[in-house]
């Protein structure tokens, strides 16, 4: 379940192994953007990483935590409204009760998130 209701839709979820692939439409009439920002709405980061983590928990199949965000690079604005369709590749690797978890995000042919961190099993 989604910690923001009706903020994204998943259409494709492929997964090969320890890699992820992911088609998410983003829901540009969300209440979110109200307030960023009215006009030119801009998605949040901490959206974007809660799509990551969600993407993540559904490979693992269990509740996961953040722990660690080592890099985290946003190079690119998602507006819901000109780009709402977009593509998350996530790649796993699972030791213990961690998941060391490196993707990017992008639509189109721009790359707009690059994220490497680790989340832990709850």
């Given amino acids: 379940m989604s910690l923001l209701h009706d903020f994204y839709s998943v259409g494709a979820f492929t997964v090969d192994g320890q890699k992820v692939s992911a088609s998410i439409a983003i829901n540009g009439n969300h209440p979110v953007f109200n307030g960023h920002f009215p006009g030119n ?6 959206c974007m990483m ?3 983590k969600e993407l993540a928990e559904k490979w693992a199949a269990c509740p996961l935590m953040l722990k660690n965000a080592r890099n985290v690079k946003f190079m690119a604005i998602i507006n819901p409204l000109l780009n709402p369709n977009i593509r998350v590749e996530l790649d796993v690797e699972e030791e213990d009760e961690l998941l060391s978890i490196r993707s990017t995000t992008s639509f189109e042919d721009t790359l707009a998130l690059k ?3 680790v989340f832990q099993k709850v």
């Fill in 41 to 46: 709405p801009v998605t949040p980061g901490v």
């Fill in 50 to 52: 809660q799509i990551i």
């Fill in 115 to 117: 994220f490497s961190g």
